[in-house]
């Protein structure tokens, strides 16, 4: 059988996994079952402060039907086509609230706060887990592809932009039928295929999901603690 | 230690205590669910509605202190996320903008505030603290838009000469031995377990050497019995160590207003419990020394404070747009374009999609092959189509003419152009279709019985060159020929890109029409054309225009440039070796197997986008079936001048041919007649019978294709 490749029941098993480590460590990792459907996903959901100085967008160029705005360090942008309503809010009263001598507020404009949504499912196709994901804004906006291009890494971003085939695009969610960024697993035989190759020879048992998503994770601010594969090592020997 | 001297150097001034405010943080399931409130439960109901946010005191260093609302917050019993604090608020939903804006602020915040007064006084915030901790929540949804205005408001009652702490703020592994940070740790673990709860907002302790005690705020009375030291630990969001979050303000007016006669000092732990790694660290909590003042003992509430900034720091709305998310007609687009963009990610990286859904499409019929043109470019995510056609919908179309339904026949039948218009509408509201139930005037088909009929003839050139001064791209898709006539002279004449349809029985053929060269200048223009048209006259050879300039020794019908490619009328559709049947298609055109309008529908489309995606557009070089093997001229291949289907072989080929001199539509000399004299010229046309264009061309009949069929049957054979 080729090793590099999974099965679903291997990614249940692996997911379930990572699901023990996950409660253990309080890393925020579930289980969405689909209603009326064996099939669900991992989800977990994340804070991230993203700097707002990651230099401009690299996006393909050739297809902008819905213009959208093109950085994040104005996380207003929609509200200018609009009257300000705040316009005839004012009164005494809350200008002196806006000397509040007991409120510390903090400017921050040199980082952005992004709400993260990742999913991990199986695709049947690739014989892969694909990691889905999507970002908010604090007001509950979800990015545009541009503007996510923008909260990847520059390192990252020129590397993932520059194969052939964007390796981060959108698609709709298999399981919820709603737009996704998602990370194409085209590549994903490719990397963990030594991987899973060397593990017999180190005598390591290997997590599928969980090396697989140490590799892509972080490009997108999802980190995997080393807990868990420290952890794998000595509860699961084999 | 650092905190001493920074201490050492601190005024009094910079010793008073300032909360961090919390931010909003509203996730995209809370608007959804809000809509749903508002289209089913709320409807015009304006009365406050309960919610519920919750806030989390593990965030890591440089996240604001956030209060977040999910879709889960209409759900007031609903489970709270583990190791997160509830916070109850108020929601206030106004109708209309305007009605948002008149909300009194002012009173609204006070009605709160007082609230949480009349909590403290009576001791009912000791039993139910989490009244000290809650929102309003102001909106106004506008479900037009997707635009969601909002405004929160966190009370918190202020002391009116502020507070003050004794000494700097100090990180909890400062003074606190690792033992005592665990056995802190086990304390609060167990007063989660002992009430149920994954978190405890407001917490009392009592601490020695290597012991730690907790108890709930009311328990205040048999807690601290004989202690001189009172320290209160609260739950807190803020991740700042200079600063405590907002849940202590009120938590430190009820300390004062119950025990302040007593207290002069209280230690505040701000609580603060972090897993990073898989670790779960509490050391890096604050202590607090604050001076708890004495209020005084009257009933009067205090002033009060907690509508949140907007993202421009000044006190006012935010407002988010959601409509990219939330709109069907907008998720419809996005969806339709994103498998669109896959096939430029995945498969074809250099395809220009914009050059495609931009292109503006005028779609000559509204019939079979109308019909599949138009599916296809919906397909393509084409958003600008519009159809002429002057027939009803007839019992028989709907089963081959997938526009239409039953009920489109009833009545006489609609108007195909415009049930056309509705069925795409239906199908992808982001279309932008328009139709025109007209007739398109046909040579040989006088218009001149009255007046009357000569200028409705009128109209319809007129607004005919209209629609195509105004598209791109016009397919020709009507069944018969004469009708072809008046757009391909036209759009000749324009330099509008021209794709032809026609089917036969079991063969089809899918073109485009040679893309004349721009119109230099006037003057330059008229007098090549002068010229053309007098050797075009002089001349007595029926040779195909351009022939005599092409390279010699070159195939004839090899790398055609776009501009000297034929028309419809140029190069016959009679079926290359099928020419015994001695018919054009058109006249078979009524039957035809079932399958062929939407072959040839759709070629014709991929056509236009092969076309498009070429850098020379419809100047482009003709590929012919011996470009098979060849490196393709674009990213989706071949670009042919004319595609020949034979349904009963399931082949097609390729073949490519010239423009003739002696077109009777698109030769420089109707060209020229029709630029010079317009409708005049067209109406002769009309009224002529056939000789008028053979005269003119020096060609044989529009209508007898027998005598042409030579001429025609040789370029298709040498073509092949």
């Not at chain 1, 460590?25 to 099939?39: C, I, N, R, T």
Request: proline share 6%; charged share 20%; aromatic share 10%.
């Amino acid at each position: 059988m080729s090793c590099s490749v999974l099965d679903e029941e291997q990614f249940r098993l692996s997911c379930q996994l990572l699901l023990q480590r996950s409660d253990q460590l309080g890393d925020g990792w579930s289980w969405e079952a689909v209603q009326g459907s064996e099939e669900g996903y991992l989800r977990k959901t994340a804070l991230r402060s993203v700097p707002s100085d990651w230099g401009p967008l690299h996006d393909q160029k050739g297809f902008s039907s819905h213009p959208q705005p093109q950085t994040l360090c104005d996380s207003t942008g929609h509200e200018k086509e609009e009257q300000d309503p705040a316009a005839s809010t004012g009164s005494d009263f809350l200008r002196a609230e806006e000397e509040d001598a007991g409120s510390y507020t903090v400017t921050n404009s040199s980082s952005l706060v992004l709400q993260y949504e990742y999913h991990i499912l199986f695709s049947c196709s690739y014989g892969a887990p694909v990691l889905y994901f999507r970002a908010f804004t604090l007001e509950g906006r979800s990015l545009a592809l541009e503007e996510m291009w923008s909260t990847i890494h520059p390192n990252y971003r020129l590397c993932l932009q520059n194969c052939p085939l964007n390796a981060i695009s959108q698609q709709e969610h298999p399981l919820l039928g709603q737009p996704f960024f998602f990370f194409h697993p085209c590549r994903t035989e490719e990397f963990m295929g030594p991987v899973l190759q060397a593990a017999p020879d180190q005598g390591r048992p290997v997590n599928y999901v969980l090396s697989w998503l140490s590799v892509v994770g972080p490009v997108v601010g999802l980190d995997v603690p080393l807990q868990y594969c420290t952890a794998l090592h000595s509860t699961k020997p084999d | 230690m650092a905190s001493d001297i920074s201490g050492a150097s601190l005024s009094s001034e910079d010793l008073k205590l300032q909360f961090a405010p919390f931010s909003s943080a509203l996730e995209a399931g809370f608007w959804h669910q809000l809509t749903q409130k508002k289209l089913n439960d709320y409807r015009l109901d304006e009365s406050p509605k309960c919610i519920k946010g919750y806030y989390y005191n593990g965030d890591p260093v440089g996240l604001p202190t956030r209060l977040t609302l999910e879709f889960s917050a209409f759900d007031v019993d609903g489970p709270t996320p583990a190791r997160c604090c509830p916070a109850l608020g108020m929601l206030y939903n106004t109708n209309t903008l305007d009605a948002f804006k008149a909300v009194d602020k002012k009173a609204l915040l006070e009605k709160e505030a007082k609230e949480i007064w009349e909590a403290i006084q009576s001791g009912a915030a000791l039993k139910n603290p989490s009244v000290l901790c809650r929102f309003i929540l102001l909106t106004f949804a506008d479900l037009k838009k997707y635009h969601f205005y909002y405004w929160f408001c966190f009370p918190a009652l202020c002391f009116p000469e502020g507070l003050k702490i004794i000494q700097p703020p100090v990180i909890l592994e400062e003074v606190f031995s690792p033992k005592q940070i665990s056995a802190l740790q086990e304390a609060y673990d167990g007063l989660c377990i002992k009430r149920g709860i994954t978190a405890v907002p407001f917490f009392l302790m009592k601490y020695a050497d290597d012991a730690v005690q907790m108890a709930l705020l009311e328990d205040w009375e048999a807690f601290f019995t004989d202690t001189k030291k009172i320290t209160v630990g609260v739950y807190d969001p803020c991740t700042l160590s200079q600063h405590p979050g907002w849940p202590l303000r009120n938590l430190l007016v009820l300390l004062a207003k119950q025990w302040g006669s007593k207290l002069d000092l209280v230690e505040v732990l701000c609580f603060r419990d972090q897993t990073l790694q898989g670790n779960r660290s509490i050391q890096h909590s604050v202590l607090f020394q604050v001076k708890l003042p004495e209020l005084p003992n009257n009933s009067v509430c205090l002033k009060s404070v907690g509508w949140e900034k907007n993202p421009k720091g000044a006190m006012g709305p935010r407002m988010v747009n959601l409509s990219e998310c939330m709109d069907p007609k907008r998720l419809a687009e996005s969806s339709v374009d994103l498998n669109l963009k896959l096939m430029r990610w995945r498969l074809v990286p250099s395809l220009d999609l914009d050059k495609v859904v931009n292109t503006k499409c005028l779609l000559l019929g509204a019939g079979t092959l109308g019909c599949n043109v138009a599916r296809t470019l919906m397909g393509w995510g084409v958003r600008h189509i519009t159809f002429v056609d002057n027939a009803k919908i007839s019992y028989s179309n709907p089963v081959r003419q997938p526009l239409y339904e039953f009920e489109d026949c009833l009545g006489g039948g609609k108007s195909k152009a415009t049930a056309a218009v509705d069925r795409l509408t239906k199908i992808f509201p982001g279309v932008s279709a328009e139709g025109y139930n007209m007739s398109i005037p046909m040579p040989g088909h006088p218009v001149n019985f009255s007046q009357a009929t000569l200028s409705q003839a009128q109209k319809d050139v007129v607004q005919l060159e209209k629609l195509i001064s105004e598209h791109d791209v016009v397919f020709l898709l009507m069944d018969t020929r004469e009708s072809r006539w008046l757009p391909t002279v036209i759009a000749a004449s324009k330099r509008k890109l021209v794709v032809n349809a026609a089917l036969g029985f079991d063969t089809f053929v899918v073109m485009r029409h040679g893309l004349k060269k721009p119109h230099v200048s006037q003057s330059v223009y008229a007098a090549t054309d002068s010229s053309t048209s007098c050797s075009s006259a002089s001349s007595s050879s029926s040779t195909p225009a351009g022939a005599a300039l092409s390279v010699p020794g070159s195939s004839l019908f090899s790398n055609i440039p776009g501009h000297k490619l034929g028309c419809y009328f140029c190069n016959d559709v009679v079926a290359p070796g099928d020419s015994t049947r001695d018919r054009t298609l058109d006249q078979q055109c009524t039957v035809s197997r079932p399958g062929l309008a939407m072959i040839a529908g759709a070629l014709a489309v991929e056509l236009m986008v092969s076309i498009l995606q070429h850098s020379e557009g419809g100047y482009a070089v003709a590929s012919s079936s011996d470009d098979r093997m060849n490196e393709p001229p674009t990213s989706l291949g071949l670009v042919p001048h004319q595609i020949r289907g034979f349904l009963s072989r399931f082949d097609n080929v390729l073949p490519a041919s010239l423009a003739f001199d002696k077109c009777t539509a698109c030769s420089p000399v109707v060209l020229d007649h029709y630029e010079r004299e317009g409708f005049s010229f067209l109406s002769k046309v009309f009224n002529s019978s056939h000789s008028f264009l053979e005269d003119l061309t020096g060609l044989t009949l529009l209508h007898q294709e027998t005598q042409a069929a030579e001429i025609w049957d040789m370029s298709d054979d040498e073509s092949i």
